[in-house]
């Protein structure tokens, strides 16, 4: 809590959509570098963050925590701490390097898909790519089963072709998975029950029973449809210019703070106006 705060102000941010350059480069993946401008715009807002009211930064991500962990370094703020990423399923406390134990260990709402992963794996993307294309890449996640879509194949045959292998493999978890579809990533998650709103809910309980922090004052900054439920959870929240039309009707009807400005600049014009 910084000086003289009696509240801790809690900002949860998006990456994608969010964090990227005002050009709207895409952030890398799979072990690849932050460009010097993503390098810089990072830095810059990690400077801004360091003189503002944030107490503690979480990022907030639909991404593998590995892709996710570089852009948190990046930032180079201490206030930066946690990750939530692959849509709430993976909570990381950055500064002992640990994943928070934020979910039971009787019930698992992720025990399911974590099975039906590990046969993914083995069986069912060989299949996919028999019967879709064979282009098709897994991305690796400990709990969201994330698939890219390529240029030329429709999103709704694959979706049909991965429920029918699901009831076939799985039938008594098919009723448990949840698919989301990133449009402007064309990106296919197939997920357990839990959301963004899930893993903020569940670090702020966290927060309360290991560090003792009672009052918060809680920020979300989302542009996208997996960012509605992150949003619903919060006290305040900021949406991009560049939001999907969902996310800025929601915005708009519940007053939040919808920027004039896109991807990374929109947190800017926010801090601004603080």
Not at 142 to 167: D, H, K, S, W
Not at 169 to 179: E, G, K, R, S, T
Not at 193 to 202: E, I, S, W
Not at 236 to 247: D, K, L, Y
Request: charged share 20%; hydrophobic share 40%.
């Amino acid at each position: 809590m910084k000086l003289g705060a009696m509240t801790t102000t809690v900002l949860f941010h998006d990456v994608d959509g969010c964090l990227n350059t005002p050009d709207g480069q895409g952030l890398p993946m799979r072990g690849e570098a932050l460009s010097a401008d993503q390098q810089q715009q990072l830095q810059a807002l990690g400077r801004r963050l360091a003189n503002s009211p944030v107490d503690i930064v979480c990022i907030n991500t639909g991404r593998a925590l590995a892709d996710t962990v570089a852009i948190a370094d990046a930032l180079n703020d201490p206030c930066v701490r946690f990750v939530i990423a692959e849509h709430g399923a993976v909570i990381f406390d950055l500064r002992t390097q640990r994943t928070v134990e934020a979910w039971p260990e009787q019930d698992n709402p992720f025990d399911a898909i974590r099975r039906f992963l590990d046969w993914y794996r083995t069986t069912g993307l060989g299949q996919l790519h028999h019967h879709i294309n064979p282009s098709i890449e897994l991305l690796n996640k400990e709990a969201n089963l994330t698939l890219t879509i390529p240029q030329g194949v429709e999103y709704e045959p694959m979706v049909a072709f991965i429920r029918e292998q699901i009831v076939s493999a799985f039938p008594a978890d098919a009723d448990n998975f949840v698919f989301h579809h990133s449009v402007a990533d064309r990106f296919l998650d197939v997920m357990a029950q839990v959301n963004k709103g899930d893993g903020t809910r569940a670090l702020l309980q966290w927060l309360r029973q290991t560090e003792h922090i009672e009052q918060t004052d809680t920020v979300a900054v989302g542009n996208g449809s997996n960012d509605l439920p992150l949003l619903a959870v919060v006290d305040r929240f900021v949406c991009p210019s560049n939001s999907e039309a969902v996310v800025l009707d929601y915005c708009l009807s519940h007053q939040g703070f919808a920027a004039t400005k896109p991807y990374i600049e929109a947190t800017f014009e926010w801090l601004d106006s603080l």
